[in-house]
Structures are given as structure tokens and as C-alpha cells.
């Protein structure tokens, strides 16, 4: 897995995650930012779902994108207000 994070001299912030597991099927990603969802098992699923509210409260985007050959790549980006 990689992490990377960019800030642009306009302020924008690019958090990207790539891994290159398995990848989120199709059904999974329509249910993901569900609230109690989860692969796992019970008494889980809140993590994508908080980072999905706080993406939308601080009015960004969240794009989950396939990782060739396989996994997946999640980019989010939000605007900080740093001085443009």
C-alpha cells in the first residue's frame, strides 16, 4: 500500500491510497460508504462512511478507481483555504 499526499501552492490537497490487494467489487463499492457495512463481520463498518462525511463537509471529491493490474486506488481532494 502507498500513500501520498500533495498540496498544490492554490490550496488543493490530493490524499492518494493504492494498494494492489484484491480490488473492491462492484456490489461492495455501491454499499461501501454505507454506515455498519462492512466484509468483515459484525460491529464494524464506520470508517469509510465517516471518511465519506468528512469529505463532504469540507465539499471535497472521493474517487475509488481500479489499480492495473489489480487493487484499487482511492483519491480524495479537498480545498484547505491556504492562501492562493
Known sequence: MTLR???TATG????????????I???VRT???TQGFSTKGPQRGYGMSLIMAAVT???GTLAITAN???GT???IQVETGAPK
Open 25 to 27: 467489487s462492484p456490489a
Open 5 to 7: 499526499l500533495v498540496l
Open 68 to 70: 492495473s493490474p489489480q
Open 57 to 59: 463537509t469540507l465539499k
Open 31 to 33: 454499499q461501501m460508504f
Open 12 to 23: 488543493t490537497l490530493t490524499i492518494v491510497v493504492t494498494d494492489t490487494g484484491s480490488g
Open 73 to 75: 486506488v482511492v483519491t
